[in-house]
């Protein structure tokens, strides 16, 4: 037995708690129906950032956002979110994928 897969492109960002607004909306108006957001924790060039709720809303703290699109989707969210690594610690990357899409 086969399992149907499609190709599709993973695309990881990973960066302060404060873009959670902003990536959200950036979800819906590129109409990405799918992503996960979580607590992310590590040292980076912007130093030791941590995931504890008892921190300041969103200082110093990070979060993940996982999202399966196509390669064209995945170009426009690199694209918009290159515009906030100017202000905002943030690292992105894609990976291309095989998954079982509805």
Same mark, same amino acid.
Do not use: C, W
């Given at each position: 037995?086969?399992?149907?897969?499609?190709?599709?492109?993973?695309?990881?960002?990973?960066?302060?708690?404060?873009?959670?607004?902003?990536?959200?909306?950036l979800m819906k108006?590129?109409?990405?129906?799918?992503? +996960?957001?979580?607590?992310?924790?590590? /040292?980076? !060039?912007?130093? $030791?950032?941590?995931?504890?709720?008892?921190? *300041?809303?969103? =200082?110093? +703290?990070?979060?993940?956002?996982?999202? /399966?699109? !196509?390669?064209? $989707?995945?170009?426009?969210?690199?694209?918009? *979110?290159?515009? =906030?690594?100017?202000?905002?610690?943030l690292i992105a990357?894609?990976?291309?994928?095989?998954?079982?899409?509805?």
């Amino acid at each position: 037995m086969s399992v149907q897969t499609k190709k599709a492109v993973l695309v990881t960002i990973i960066g302060e708690s404060v873009l959670q607004d902003r990536l959200r909306q950036l979800m819906k108006t590129l109409g990405v129906s799918g992503y +996960t957001f979580t607590l992310a924790q590590g /040292v980076g !060039s912007h130093g $030791v950032r941590v995931s504890d709720v008892s921190d *300041i809303a969103g =200082y110093k +703290t990070n979060l993940e956002l996982k999202t /399966v699109v !196509s390669e064209e $989707v995945s170009d426009q969210i690199l694209t918009e *979110i290159k515009t =906030y690594q100017a202000k905002y610690a943030l690292i992105a990357f894609r990976q291309p994928v095989e998954a079982l899409l509805d």
